[in-house]
Every structure is written in C-alpha cells, then in structure tokens.
C-alpha cells in the first residue's frame, strides 16, 4: 500500500475483484489510521505483546542437525516467512545457541504433526478465535 507496495494486508479470498479493488483504495486512503506495526498501537505495552521464554539456569541448548524439507513444500514456507519479517511479527536470530530447526508436516484435516525434542511426532492444530 505504500510506494513499494510493501504493507502487510491480509484480504478475504472471498472477496470480488472490485470489492478488493475497493478495499485496498479505502486503506490506501486511511493509511494514518491503522496501526500497521505492534509499535503503532496506543496504550498497548509491547512487552505484553512480545513473546519471551523464561529458562531456569542449569539448562542447556541441545544441537539438532538441519533437515531437508521437500522442494515443494520450502517455496511455501520461504513466502510464509518472508511475509512474517516483513510484517514485524517475526525476526531473525542466528547468534542463540537456543535456535533450532523446525520440521512441519502439514497433514489433512487441519493438522500439523511437529517433532520434538526426542524426535517425537506431536500433533498440534491451530486455534483461531
């Protein structure tokens, strides 16, 4: 919505053409309104909105090797990520000993099969609302 075309906006699928087109020339036009970024919202502390992970003292990082994810699938999540840093829900760390990679596997249903610390596969699913 800015010059490069570059602002986070989510839009329905459902959404016509020109019900689109609609939308994005009215936030285009209220551009001052929204708060586009965490920082951009009044009398909301960003502390509360920022995740944190509380460690006690005596834990220690483990390695985990990288793993391949399938061709397909590694477009999808570059454009999910990419879309996250530039909307400022995300950053990228590479110095945390704490970093490790995720493995995902989308199954049907909704599903999302992660594996944990002990190679586990844990079923998780997204709840929204």
């Known amino acids: 919505l800015e010059d490069n075309n570059k602002w ?11 019900e689109k087109t609609a ?3 009215v936030l285009k036009s ?18 509360f909105c920022s995740h944190k992970i ?13 793993r391949r ?5 590694h477009d999808v999540i570059k454009k999910e990520v990419e879309k996250l840093l530039d ?4 950053y990228p760390i590479s110095d945390s ?10 199954k049907k249903g909704g599903m999302t099969v992660v594996t944990n610390d002990e190679n586990d596969l844990v079923p998780t699913r997204l709840v929204t609302g």
Not at 8 to 18: E, F, Q, T, W
Not at 54 to 66: A, F, G, M
Not at 97 to 106: E, G, L, N, R
């Open 54 to 66: 509380l460690l006690e003292e005596d834990y220690e990082p483990k390695v985990q090797s990288q």
């Open 30 to 47: 209220r551009k001052q309104a929204i708060a586009w970024k965490l920082i951009d919202i009044k009398g909301i502390d960003l502390e």
């Open 8 to 18: 986070p906006v989510i839009i329905s699928k459902d959404l016509r053409v020109d």
């Open 97 to 106: 000993p704490w970093v490790s990679p995720v493995h995902c596997v989308p």
């Open 23 to 25: 939308l994005i020339k």
């Open 69 to 73: 994810v399938n061709p397909r699938i």
């Open 87 to 90: 909307a400022g829900l995300i």
